[in-house]
């Protein structure tokens, strides 16, 4: 198979990269090209993305591929879910898009509630509720922009600009409380509550999808020339879960990182009484699969105690706090991750010290996080295998928090199954394999997948007693945030 090259752009809330894939035979290599940061702006107390900032951010990474004398098989975008943008007649930017971190939808569900039951709305979508859901944000801008008429979630904006072909990639609009689970296609009474016209969101593509080429403008300014964006899997845990390195169907995942994601892969939506009670959610995944998940607090939990700490001058690295946590390795002391007065607190030291009483030490505070997260994997496991048609024989653990070797012994030992931990790059390779596929270099997700475990580094941690070490003895490398 000849080397060929594919460009990733992985936009997180935080920050995003524009990375370079070389695929050849039985091969796939990653290096990032451009880091840039996702810019939120505040405008009368009111919060926005800077889509133009990011979109230029993007053409910067793309020009230094260009400027190499690469020329790529193709270009893939991946974002967060649930954030929009509004687009004119003349297929102008209204106004930029709204961030989900501003807490303009508190109290909007109960409001929607009052027109739609919270069953009925569960019923119809399958997707959990929260209040930054993209049903609520509609809902409380019904009526503000009478100009919209399309509407594109992020990926698929960042597209139409590059490119001016506009569709709606499906595990984006998975994600956003308006579609249906087994259509796939937006639920028009939703809509008409929400305010926004179903067909607002134009045509619904499947990931893998070649759009059109970048405009010449982009195609000039980048020295790529003239190629295309493939619509991949845009919602970023749509294209994580693809690169999980399974073999067969009996697994769950952890997308590990501030917040866990944590779920199986379905044939057809759960929609029922009990994953309703439970709070699990049905987003769409690749090749007709469903994503059934939970959202868990993750290591948000550590970096606001780290950030904390950090401001009382104990700047303590990733290695220090693992060894704290095996210090206290017997403190008893547990809190739930998932309770809200740990969503934003003030100070999370403070907070979760209040938990556990007076006088707690740092190092049983971090003991505290791992052995709770762990406890909590191992609580949202035991309920999945209540949905799973399969027996969930391992765990898999991907994303950046899959390099701590600690907590991933822990969790091995929480859960009774083995921890198989990696790729930390799981995003960005989902995004690239589905080019490939696109491309005719990978059949289907499961090649896909044996290719990334034979490719990737893939750690694997067996269950032992409550309080294990790393088999290996050592602590996790220093890799910046988990």
């Not at 009484?273 to 699969?289: I, P, Q, R």
């Not at 008893?332 to 938990?355: K, T």
Request: aromatic fraction near 8%.
């Amino acid at each position: 198979m000849v080397l060929k090259h594919f460009i990733a752009v992985d936009c997180g809330a935080t920050s995003g990269r524009v990375m370079l894939a070389s695929l050849g035979e039985g091969s796939l290599e990653l290096e990032t090209l451009h880091r840039f940061p996702t810019p939120l702006l505040e405008r009368e107390g009111k919060y926005f993305w800077d889509l133009g900032a990011i979109l230029e951010s993007i053409v910067d990474g793309l020009a230094v591929a260009g400027s190499r004398g690469l020329k790529p098989e193709s270009i893939g975008i991946d974002t967060w879910g649930v954030d929009f943008a509004r687009f004119d007649a003349r297929g102008s930017l209204i106004e930029d898009p709204r961030s989900y971190r501003d807490p303009y939808t508190s109290g909007v569900p109960e409001r929607f509630f009052a027109e739609m039951p919270r069953a009925e709305l569960f019923r119809r979508t399958g997707i959990q509720i929260m209040d930054f859901n993209s049903v609520f944000q509609f809902y409380a801008q019904k009526g503000q922009y009478p100009g919209t008429e399309s509407v594109l979630f992020l990926p698929d904006a960042l597209a139409y600009l590059l490119t001016g072909e506009k569709v709606t990639e499906s595990t984006i609009l998975s994600t956003s409380a308006l579609a249906n689970p087994a259509t796939g296609l937006p639920d028009p009474e939703i809509c008409a509550l929400a305010g926004v016209a179903p067909e607002a969101f134009g045509k619904v593509v499947k990931p893998g999808r070649k759009l059109g080429s970048l405009k010449e403008e982009y195609a000039s300014r980048t020295g790529l020339g003239p190629i295309p964006v493939v619509s991949v899997a845009g919602h970023d845990t749509a294209s994580a879960v693809l690169a999980v390195p399974a073999s067969d169907e009996h697994f769950a995942y952890l997308s590990s990182g501030t917040w866990s994601l944590m779920g199986i892969e379905l044939p057809s939506p759960a929609v029922n009484e009990e994953s309703a009670k439970l709070n699990f959610t049905n987003e769409g995944g690749v090749e007709g699969t469903v994503r059934f998940l939970k959202n868990i607090t993750g290591m948000w939990l550590l970096e606001q105690c780290r950030k904390v700490w950090k401001e009382q001058g104990k700047d303590y690295s990733y290695p220090e706090l693992q060894a704290m946590a095996l210090s206290e390795k017997d403190f008893p002391g547990r809190i739930n991750p998932d309770d809200p007065a740990f969503a934003h607190p003030g100070d999370m030291v403070a907070e979760i010290s209040a938990a556990l009483g007076p006088g707690i030490s740092d190092a049983r505070i971090v003991s505290c996080i791992y052995h709770s997260l762990a406890d909590r994997y191992a609580e949202v496991l035991k309920m999945l295998q209540g949905f799973a048609p399969f027996k969930i024989e391992k765990l898999h653990i991907i994303g950046g928090g899959s390099a701590n070797d600690l907590l991933n012994q822990w969790t091995a030992d929480a859960t009774g199954l083995p921890v198989l931990a990696g790729p930390s790059e799981a995003t960005a390779i989902g995004n690239v394999v589905l080019q490939a596929q696109a491309a005719g270099m990978v059949k289907d997700r499961w090649e896909a997948r044996s290719l990334i475990a034979s490719v990737f580094e893939v750690r694997t941690f067996q269950p032992h007693s409550v309080h294990s070490v790393p088999k290996n003895g050592t602590l996790c490398a220093e890799k910046g945030s988990f």
